[in-house]
């Protein structure tokens, strides 16, 4: 998928996180975590520790996670964090809050 400025991502682009979450994955890699959070360890370091503020560290998480999910074969369930990184992801962009 094409990658996104945090000024291009609408409501409609970003998977409902209270809904079947269809295509969450697709969004996920509209930024690419590892470079944006500058490095592996620091896009890890966002989606393990909850440490996730701003919009661009929030869909550094979900793409790490995204990750995760296809090269750990899907061994736990990820829903729980992706639908909360969705929910905050989507309360940044409603608030305008792009950083």
């Given at each position: 998928m094409k990658e996104l400025t945090n000024r291009q991502p609408d409501l409609a682009r970003i998977p409902?996180?209270?809904g079947d979450l269809h295509g969450?994955?697709?969004?996920?890699h509209t930024i690419n975590g590892y470079e944006a959070?500058?490095?592996?360890?620091a896009c890890a370091?966002?989606?393990n520790n909850n440490g996730a503020t701003t919009l661009t560290e929030l869909r550094c998480a979900l793409f790490f996670v995204a990750r995760?999910?296809?090269?750990g074969g899907m061994f736990y369930d990820c829903t729980p964090?992706?639908?909360?990184?969705l929910k905050?992801?989507?309360?940044?962009?409603?608030a305008g809050d792009l950083q």
């Open positions: 409902d996180p209270e969450w994955e697709h969004f996920a959070a500058g490095s592996f360890e370091d966002l989606a995760s999910a296809r090269h964090q992706v639908r909360e990184l905050k992801i989507r309360a940044r962009v409603e």
